[in-house]
């Protein structure tokens, strides 16, 4: 009995540190949409320009991003000052990765390559779906990426992305949220890391 109890707890133990908090309180759902599709940055005849601020570690970056379709699986994601000096120029076309350009403070290795997969993660136009879960107003759609997941959120009523959160099998590591008052554009956009202290803010760039 004794032993029983042990192998219960230890059982528990082990399913509740593998659960992800993403996925709690949320009921799996049967579905026939195999491949969902990120809306926003999707239009080749839009320049989509944010108002930019990017902190890491003690270091703040504030200036312009402009991201811009440039072909079926490609975009081109610039970063510059308000007064238009180049601070980082990075291109995706599927699954290669070019960085044109870094400045010296933010050419370092470890950051680009953050850099690199959250504006991957960011502007990846579909993903496989491997399941489905649901709540009262969303449906949130896990899909894989390399060894990692993602999972999308997307509002019932108006089928908007919401956000996405990028796991491993037990942890959340970067969460995106979106506000928008169209379907295909988002006004604002926060990614922000759970393990290191980096945090991406961007407000669509209104014209007086």
Known sequence: MIRFLVISAL??????SCSLKTTEGLRQIDFNKTVIENPYFSNPEIDYVYKAKIEVYNKNFGGILIIKKTGTESHRVVFTTEFGSKLFDFQFEGDTFTKN????????KIFINILRDD???????SAMTLAVYESENQKIYKTQSDK????????NDSEKLLRIVNTSKT??????DFTSSEDKIADTIVIKHNNIKLTIDLEKFKKD
């Open 101 to 108: 350009y870094a400045v010296e403070d933010l050419d370092k």
């Open 119 to 125: 504006f991957k993660l960011l502007v990846n136009q």
């Open 148 to 155: 990692k997941f993602n999972f999308y959120f997307f509002e």
């Open 11 to 16: 059982s528990f133990f082990v399913l509740s």
């Open 171 to 176: 942890k959340e590591k970067v969460e995106i």
